[in-house]
């Protein structure tokens, strides 16, 4: 190749680099056009984000002073809860075919063969009879009408003392007292009205409808009182019961008694319930309700007449729990408050697991180890609770009655069987409570002595697992138990 023609292919590359370069700068330059007009659209959707962030900052800040604005619901009103989500449902799980034995069959009480010895079809012998199927009828006997005994008592004359002689007659153990009813109908007086807590109008129209007794109201009301005062050595017996153990909750609640409020006073074991109805309140009614020989373990709420018991004091935790639930939904941005709430609960949780120390030990040492944990528990709620005492805290109510009642919250600790609440009293006088909202109270002092000594009686019996129909024929008919159905 000569000089020339490589100068002309030089200068022909040249061009083509040159081409090629006008190409690329313009291909940059309109990316850099499109870079701007990015950084363009990302600037003012920042913007529009920062006006949307300021629009919802005011919407919660309405919504908060509208919040603040809104009158509560009455008390009669349900708050509205929400309900967690359903979550999968899963595979349910077939029963072991061995531990599905159904219901139990009754023991029958007659028993009816239907048996077959000819073919229904054919007419033919059949052969190789057995039991095929039991089906069980379960019915009432009709309601038997009630049953008069005339006792037809004759007398004569005696001539060497000159006098009348009558023959014997005992029938203290068919009738109460001086009456004409049986003990039978007593007993399901007593126990309609009490157990069933029928009012008197209703036992009145039941006995009329189902066995033909024509019964007025005044003697079904005679007829209660007269059980009363029939059982009062078993009902002494129950209030001495409740005297002489280590551990008895109280609890109280309104009655009415000829249209003025009072109260129903209630003392309670596991194993026994004893009702006293008295026109106070105050303190005076713990002392009467306990006596002067009672040593035990006192469970109550906080209300103040119950400080009059200088004895052992076990206060129920179960409504100091519900005053600090309280105070959480009163205060829920208050982090300080949610954070004491939570650890109010755990030092109770680790309080009621605590299963006492080791059983070989000695039971000095066994007692004096709950004691040592007691005061544990008491000292670290204190230092919990103490820094808002006295404060203008939120929490400054709860820990003020913690400091008070301080020696009296762990003693179910230091005690094996008291326990942490006073639920037992509390549901106790449930009964009474419905009996007022249906009855309205009693009219008479009278009338109140006999519907609390019907419910001790009744109560102990229901708690103690016997029939408080059969146990009451059984005091009435003087005997010392029936059989128990």
Known sequence: MTQEEEIAHLNKRLSEVLERLNEVLEQLSKAQERESQHLEQVSAMQAE??????????????????????????????????????????????????????????????????????????????????????????????????????????????????????????????????????????????YLRTVMRLPVRQIQAYLANLHGLSISSGEIVGLAQRVTAQMEPQLAEVRQQIRASPAVQM????????????????????QWRYYEYHHSRGREVVKAVLGASFEGVLGSDFYASYNVYTGLHQRCWVHLLRDRHELKEQYPED??????????????????????????????????????????????????????????????????????????????????????????????????????????????QGGSETRMGLFSLFGTWAAQGLNPFLQCLAVLSHRQSLPQM
């Not at 029963?95 to 000819?118: A, C, F, L, S, W």
């Not at 609890?251 to 596991?270: F, I, K, L, M, S």
């Not at 004491?340 to 949780?349: F, G, L, N, T």
């Not at 066994?366 to 609770?385: P, Y």
Request: contains cysteine; positive net charge; charged residues 25%.
């Open 251 to 270: 609890d109280e609640t309104g009655w009415r008694e000829e249209g003025v409020t009072g109260y129903v006073w209630c003392a309670c074991t596991p």
């Open 335 to 444: 982090a300080e408050v949610q954070q004491w709430a939570k650890d109010v609960k755990a030092i109770y949780d680790r309080a009621v697991a605590y299963a006492g120390p080791d059983p070989s030990l000695p039971p000095t040492k066994q007692e004096a180890a709950r004691r040592k944990q007691q005061h544990a528990f008491e000292q670290e709620l204190w230092q919990l609770c103490a820094p808002y005492a006295h404060t203008c805290s939120p929490l400054h109510k709860l820990c003020e009655r913690v400091e008070r009642f301080l020696p009296e919250l762990f003693v179910f600790v230091a005690m094996p069987g008291v326990p942490a609440d006073n639920n037992l009293a509390e549901r106790s006088v449930r009964p009474l409570v419905i009996a007022r909202k249906i009855s309205g109270g009693t009219r008479s």
């Open 49 to 190: 984000n920062h006006a949307l962030n300021e629009q919802l900052a005011a919407a919660h800040k309405r919504i908060e002073e509208l919040e603040k604005q809104k009158t509560p619901p009455p008390p009669f009103i349900k708050a509205n809860v929400v309900k967690p989500q359903a979550e999968a449902k899963q595979e349910r799980k077939k029963r072991d075919p061995k531990h599905n034995h159904g219901r139990k069959r009754e023991v029958p009480t007659q028993v009816i063969e239907h048996r077959i010895k000819y073919c229904p079809v054919c007419a033919s012998a059949l052969g190789g009879i057995s039991v095929a199927r039991r089906r069980q009828v379960i019915e009432l006997p009709p309601p038997p009408p009630v049953e008069v005994t005339e006792h037809v008592v004759y007398h004569g004359w005696c001539s060497h003392c000159s006098t009348w002689r009558e023959a014997p007659l005992d029938v203290s153990q068919e009738v109460v007292g001086q009456g004409r009813f049986g003990v039978k109908i007593a007993s399901l007086t007593a």
